[in-house]
């Protein structure tokens, strides 16, 4: 198999039809259906159920798009890693956190990252849920990971747990909380909530501060769409828990913000598959590592020679 046949492969794959794809990927559409061809007849069966407007994978094409998204990313960093020798003068960093990361660490750690290599062509995705942010490292649809827990639920993918972020309760302006000095895990179980839905880190760090009272929390509204929870606290719909410096942004646009006592700490990870790393992933982590010194390295966390312990 060639790189252009699995390249088109998955192009149609993610578009949906072979036009869609030929335009997105800047090509002739007979030359996309002859590659696609040539590939079908290496296998010795078809990939693609052709429908009236589109297409479907048929099973052979299900079975395909993880390694071929593999290939892809091997292919990646088989480049990457002659441009490492030349300085890391480019190269891709493809990043997929949980949104309240992306925002805090992740902002930060990629200022860093890119005030030292800003030649580096960063992508980042942010799904709420965490099982969508592993799955997407497990298949190759990313190199790294971050998600807002430090317990083991990324098995045996190879990770760093992040520094620790303090929780705030966050609640209307003119909300009857607000003049109080913090929040007690008691006064957080009897407050109205604003959360996304379940699985986002959102709402795991609500129940599990108000699962310590052995309740559960009330939810007024559940939104999809982490952008819309301030707005929807600040017009009085209820409080939420953000962290410190989401928190710190709600309070500006006139938002109560109250310590909790208890501290509520959350600590976030940063993983990705075992092996060799791409010199721009690799780099980043040794970043993250050096911010994070002394959180924790899992012990299959060694990226190999191309990784940042081989530096």
């Excluded at 490292?137 to 971050?146: N, T």
Aim: net charge negative; charged share 20%.
């Amino acid at each position: 198999m060639e790189r252009r046949e699995l390249e088109y492969f998955l192009a149609i794959a993610e578009h949906g039809s072979f036009t869609a794809a030929a335009a997105a990927l800047h090509v002739a559409q007979p030359s996309l259906s002859h590659a696609i061809g040539s590939l079908e007849s290496k296998l010795g069966g078809r990939v693609f159920h052709r429908l009236a407007h589109g297409v479907s994978l048929t099973p052979a094409g299900q079975a395909l798009v993880a390694p071929a998204r593999q290939v892809m990313r091997d292919l990646s960093t088989a480049t990457d890693s002659v441009r490492q020798v030349l300085g890391l003068a480019g190269g891709r960093l493809d990043i997929v956190a949980q949104t309240t990361l992306a925002v805090d660490p992740l902002a930060g750690m990629v200022g860093d990252f890119l005030a030292e290599h800003p030649d580096v062509a960063v992508h980042i995705t942010d799904p709420e849920l965490g099982t969508d942010v592993t799955s997407a490292v497990r298949a190759g649809e990313c190199e790294l990971g971050m998600i807002d827990t430090a317990e083991s639920a990324v098995g045996d993918l190879a990770s760093i747990v992040l520094r620790g972020r303090e929780i705030h309760a966050v609640l209307p302006p003119n909300s009857a909380e607000s003049g109080k000095a913090r929040l007690t895990p008691a006064e957080l179980s009897a407050l109205d909530w604003v959360t996304t839905p379940r699985g986002t880190a959102t709402r795991e760090v609500i129940e599990s501060a108000v699962g310590a009272q052995g309740q559960r929390p009330r939810v007024v509204v559940e939104t999809a769409h982490q952008a819309m929870v301030v707005p929807l606290v600040l017009a009085g719909a209820g409080a939420t828990l953000l962290p410190g410096s989401m928190a710190r942004e709600a309070a500006e646009r006139g938002a109560a913000v109250l310590p909790l006592r208890p501290r509520l700490i959350r600590r976030g990870t940063l993983f990705w598959r075992p092996g060799p790393l791409s010199p721009a992933a690799a780099e980043f982590v040794r970043i993250v590592e050096s911010r994070t010194s002394g959180c924790g390295r899992s012990p299959s966390s060694d990226p190999g020679e191309g990784g940042p312990e081989g530096r």
